[in-house]
Each structure stands twice: as C-alpha cells, then as structure tokens.
C-alpha cells in the first residue's frame, strides 16, 4: 500500500538543540516529494521540493535530504521561531499526468523552548 | 501579495442547509484543490481542477460540488451538509507543469462547524 509516515510525530527541543524529522514512504515511482509547515491556523507553507534521491536542498536553519526510501528535514539551532508543524507530501506514479495528487504524512509538531 | 483567499473563515451552521465556501487565487495558476483535514487523517483531496470548465474528484467527493467558470476561482458547494463534514477545509492552487509536481499554495483555511 502506497503509504507515507512521519516521525517522530511529536518534537520538543531546546533553543540551538539541533535535530531530524523524517518521512519514510512506499510508493512506486516518485515524482516529487514536498515538505511544508504548517503554523495553527494557517495553511501549510511551501520549504522544499526534492526529485531524485542524493538530493539536497537549505533555507536558512532547514535543510532536506532525500533518499530512495525516506526523507529528512534537518534543524540546525533550532529557535522559537521554528516551532510548528511540518508535513511531507509524496507525488507519485509513473503516467500520473499533471494531477498534483498526492499522498501526505500526518506531520511532526515540533515544539522549540527559549 | 500573491495568494490565496478563502471565505467563510470559520462557519457553523446546521444539517441539511446549503452552503458554499469561495476560493480565489490571484497568482493566474491553472491548478486548483480542495482539501480537508482532520486529526488522526492528515489532509485529503476533497476535488480538484487542472483548467477553467476542467474538475475531477480527489479521494473524499462524497457530499460535495465544485466549479470552476473562472480561473481564479474555485467554489467549493455542500448542498446537504451533514455532521461528518465537520472539518477544516483548505483550498490550494498551483502552476501546471510538464512533471505536474509544482509546490501548491495554500488558503489559510475554513473551519466549519455543522450541527
């Protein structure tokens, strides 16, 4: 079954202690995969896309990895700032056309304390 | 500002009582989606619109309507609401793309309530 899993699904860390999130998935024929973050009461924010694995991608404290069965998004001194909720998305499938269908994990709330 | 606009931001209203939740988009993007979330469930595809006059049905169509008569917009119609449509629902648009694996843009979201 075509499944996406994040972990852990809850996160609390220090201010500066640095940290990873991961999404490991199953689907056949990756396409695309997207992390987001989402703050409560807004809609999810786009950070990164990655296509291919060996792929990586950094904004600021966020950098992504991509291998050919999870994802990481890693937090370098985090600070209060990053605290919220990121999810990962899975576009798969060979002939999956222009759909942006795709398959979401459930999300890690990271929680960073001052 | 490039974004997305969605209205209600927060609705409760009762079984059985028409509504329709308005999306709009001013980035010009020929992708748009309607999403629901819900604890436990993560987000799921309610329909989705690849062009103007162009709709299909994501994953959890059941008990809704869309249109698509503009490119802007993309209305989302519950004709008959029920309690398990209880949910917070975010509209997305994006760019189309060769790959189809443009990043989408993201509503800010309608909470509704229906009792």
């Known amino acids: 079954e075509d499944q996406v899993t994040q972990s852990p699904e809850a996160l609390r860390l220090q201010e500066g202690e640095s940290s990873s999130l991961n999404c490991s998935y199953t689907v056949s024929g990756l396409r695309g995969l997207f992390w987001y973050r989402q703050d409560p009461g807004k809609g999810p924010e786009f950070l990164f896309t990655l296509y291919s694995a060996g792929e990586e991608k950094e904004k600021e404290r966020l950098k992504a990895t991509l291998t050919k069965k999870e994802s990481f998004l890693h937090i370098t001194a985090p600070k209060p700032e990053d605290s919220a909720t990121y999810l990962c998305a899975v576009q798969w499938g060979v002939n999956a056309g222009n759909n942006r269908k795709l398959i979401w994990g459930l999300g890690t709330s990271l929680a960073v304390n001052p | 500002e490039a974004q997305v606009t969605q209205n209600p931001r927060y609705l409760i209203t009762v079984t059985g009582k028409k509504l329709t939740v308005t999306c709009s988009q001013n980035?010009?993007?020929?992708?748009m989606s309607w999403y629901r979330q819900d604890p436990g469930l993560g987000l799921r595809q309610i329909y989705y619109?690849?062009?103007?006059?162009?709709?299909d049905k994501g994953d959890v169509p059941e008990g809704y309507k869309v249109s698509r008569k503009e490119k802007r917009n993309f209305p989302l119609i519950l004709e008959s609401p029920s309690p398990n449509q209880t949910s917070l629902y975010f509209c997305?648009?994006?760019?189309?793309?060769?790959?189809?694996?443009?990043?989408?843009?993201f509503g800010d979201g309608t909470r509704l309530s229906i009792l």
């Open positions: 619109s690849m062009n103007v006059e162009v709709t």
């Open positions: 997305a648009s994006s760019l189309s793309g060769a790959k189809g694996n443009q990043p989408q843009h």
């Open positions: 980035m010009n993007h020929e992708y």
